[in-house]
């Protein structure tokens, strides 16, 4: 797609657009946003506004800052770090985005430290330490949670990912393609401790792994009804893994580079790895004003996902993803949902300022119910309230497909890697991404 209409051949100053972080709900917004700009609008999950194809007359400059170099494929985190095919392709550099580069689309690798709504100027460090200053008309917070290796890398780079995804691998294995006798131990049945869980068995079915969980039920803290718990439980079990609930684990080093498991009831067990998946993620929004927060520090929104609280110009600035309080189970889909609402209400804000005749109405987003999807090895349980829960390895293919839905995530955002041969365009009417418990569900993310 060439972007030579992305900026407006006017004298006047371009509506300046900065996305803080640019995961699912950061990129989702900035190719609504450029769609927009060129005056194809995408179809929307929701009923979102009729554009027209009107095209801003001062046009639209798009700063994103990211502590990433490149979009990773989070909920591919478990493919990513335990299987070497897969290391490569979860993670596409910006630079390497052939529908990224545009003069009027910026990258900036660093660290948002400080974001002030009445100067409109955010603070960040780049990776050299340097302070720098970014001034903005609208800002989209997409920041989400801060997680914890290894589900999300380590590092923002590339290069680093990889080092590290491929360490890990080399500890899971031995350095063997096709270990023997190898025991694995992972601590926390939570969505990530399971889906690891279910990928090592499934891609190195030699590998003894154990799952440990200190409640009685698996996903314990997710507002799903007991029988999806359950029947997560009875697919690992069926792939191979052995389950181990209502014991807390504490872990020493052994002299011999193996790991010794305590449980709670005394039992004792060795492990080649440990890998503690009991961490829970927090919400990266220091950089906001305490007052833009609930207790949980998430960020306060109204249902057209702007700012809710009593600061300057709150109008102007947008929460999307796992950093807003919202309802429902914190998901890749959302997130999406959210990014493509805030760029359409962003978009019609700016239509309606150059020409209040416009008089565009913006987008409102419902509360969703909890929806899950979840790989268990082969195979993959999805659950909503409208259409009930669904388990299999059939399931898995059309839902998660072989690579936890990333081709199809890429496909939906018309994002093609320079180093990889471009196909032509079949459209996307095949790919939609909702999957929040509302009518457009389709497909995963």
């Known amino acids: 797609m060439r972007l030579q209409d992305f900026g407006s051949l006017s004298l006047a100053s371009p509506h300046r657009v900065l996305i803080v972080g640019c995961a699912y709900g950061g990129i989702s917004a900035l190719v609504n ?41 989070s909920v591919g985190a478990p493919l990513a770090h335990v ?81 590290d995804g491929h360490a890990l691998i080399d500890r899971i294995t031995g350095g063997d393609p096709t270990p023997k006798d190898r025991k694995v131990i992972i601590i926390g049945a939570g969505a990530v401790g399971i889906e690891f869980a279910g990928e090592i068995k499934n891609y190195y079915p030699s590998i003894s792994v154990t799952l440990i969980h200190s409640r009685s039920e698996v996903l314990s803290s997710e507002p799903l009804p007991a029988e999806i718990k359950a029947q997560v439980k009875t697919l690992l079990k069926e792939e191979g893994v052995d389950v181990i609930l209502e014991n807390r684990a504490s872990v020493e080093d052994l002299p011999n580079g193996k790991y010794e498991v305590t449980l709670a009831n005394g039992t004792k067990l060795v492990a080649d790895l440990v890998l503690d998946a009991t961490k829970k993620g927090y919400p990266t929004t ?36 796992d950093a807003i309080a919202w309802s429902g189970i914190k998901r890749a889909g959302g997130a999406m949902v959210m990014g493509q609402v805030a760029a359409q209400n962003i978009y019609a804000s700016i239509l309606n300022s150059e020409d209040a005749a416009h008089a565009i109405t913006k987008s409102e987003l419902s509360e969703w119910p909890a929806v899950i999807g979840i790989a268990v090895g082969k195979q993959c349980l999805t659950y909503d309230p409208k259409s009930g829960m669904k388990f299999g390895a059939d399931v898995m293919k059309g839902y998660f497909q072989d690579d936890l839905g990333w081709a199809a995530n890429l496909k ?34």
Not at 41 to 64: C, H, M, Q
Not at 112 to 141: C, H, L, N, R
Not at 293 to 313: G, T
Not at 416 to 443: A, H, M
């Open 412 to 445: 939906y955002l018309d994002l093609t890697d320079v180093e990889e041969p471009r196909e032509p365009s079949k459209g996307l009417e095949q790919v939609k991404i909702g999957d929040v418990g509302v009518e457009p569900v389709s497909s995963p993310a």
């Open 33 to 73: 946003l450029r769609d927009l700009a060129l005056g194809k609008a995408r179809e929307s999950v929701y009923t979102g506004p009729d554009f027209k194809g009107l095209k801003s007359k001062n046009g639209l400059e798009i700063t994103v800052i990211d502590e990433r170099d490149g979009y990773f494929h």
């Open 83 to 163: 299987t070497p095919k897969h290391t490569k392709l979860m993670w596409k550099r910006f630079s390497q985005l052939n529908e990224l580069r545009h003069p009027n689309l910026h990258f900036k690798h660093g660290s948002v430290k400080k974001v002030d709504p009445e100067t409109k100027i955010a603070e960040w460090v780049d990776k050299s330490g340097k302070t720098q200053f970014q001034s903005y008309d609208y800002v989209i917070m997409a920041t989400g949670l801060r997680r914890h290796w290894p589900a999300v890398p380590k590092q923002g780079s590339y290069e680093d990912y990889l080092r």
């Open 286 to 321: 220091n950089s906001l004003p305490p007052q833009c927060l609930d207790d949980a520090r998430e960020i306060m929104v109204n249902s057209q996902l702007a700012f809710k609280a009593d600061i300057p110009n709150a109008e102007s600035h947008f929460g999307v993803g």
